[in-house]
T-cell receptor, first 112, second 114 residues
Framework: GQQVMQIPQYQHVQEGEDFTTYCNSS?????IQWYKQRPGGHPVFLIQ?????EVKKQKRLTFQFGEAKKNSSLHITATQTTDVGTYFCAGHSGAGSYQLTFGKGTKLSVIP | EAGVTQSPTHLIKTRGQQATLRCSPI?????VYWYQQALGLGLQFLLW???????NRGNFPPRFSGRQFPNYSSELNVNALELEDSALYLC?????????????FGAGSRLTVL
């Protein structure tokens, strides 16, 4: 079945440093979604990417979808303590599959 | 607009007992998904219901079951509880089934099995 792998599992950064998490799928994806889960909270939708090579920005967050639509990344510029949490990617392979497959997430800690 | 609501917030059971968790989706959403999140782990897909039918099931034993009611609310039942069932159980809803649909999660039900 479809597998979505995410690295790194953990990342500790100094406040102000940049952060990147990577997501790789074993199959071509029709779209990819990113979610953020704050400590003690529940996953909240951030963004969806659909097109090959698509890049979207939300303030200090930049999301990319690979040309082959098998990988994606989330980059945060100049991290802040409010960025703390676990970031999950979730992919949908299409082809009659109507279910998102989540990566295991990257837990971000920001040291003030 | 009310979000996805789950109850109870916390539940403590002992081994061998049964647990029932409930979920009310966002108004107008017909799909309900259940995920298990054990401490420090990712989201493990449990069950997906849409229009009252079970559409897909994750790699969990049959003692994990559920149903969706005509009003699209759902319940998850876990029979013969084991210690490793202790986890946060998250419910999410979406408007119909399509891979492009975004999931809206509830706050979760934390199940502790002693």
């Amino acid at each position: 079945g479809q597998q979505v792998m995410q690295i790194p599992q953990y990342q500790h950064v100094q406040e102000g440093e940049d952060f990147t998490t990577y997501c790789n799928s074993s199959t071509t994806l029709s779209n990819i979604q990113w979610y953020k889960q704050r400590p003690g909270g529940h996953p909240v939708f951030l963004i969806q990417l659909v097109k090959s090579g698509e890049v979207k920005k939300q303030k200090r967050l930049t999301f990319q979808f690979g040309e082959a639509k098998k990988n994606s990344s989330l980059h945060i510029t100049a991290t802040q303590t409010t960025d703390v949490g676990t970031y999950f990617c979730a992919g949908h392979s299409g082809a009659g599959s109507y279910q998102l497959t989540f990566g295991k997430g990257t837990k971000l800690s920001v040291i003030p | 607009e009310a979000g996805v609501t789950q109850s109870p917030t916390h539940l403590i059971k002992t081994r061998g007992q049964q647990a029932t968790l409930r979920c009310s989706p966002i108004s107008g959403h017909t799909s309900v998904y259940w995920y298990q999140q054990a401490l420090g782990l990712g989201l493990q897909f449990l069950l997906w219901y849409d229009e009252g039918e079970e559409r897909n099931r994750g790699n969990f034993p049959p003692r994990f079951s559920g149903r969706q009611f005509p009003n699209y609310s759902s319940e998850l039942n876990v029979n013969a509880l084991e210690l490793e069932d202790s986890a946060l159980y998250l419910c999410a809803s979406s408007s119909g089934f399509s891979g492009a649909n975004v999931l809206t999660f509830g706050a979760g039900s934390r199940l502790t099995v002693l």
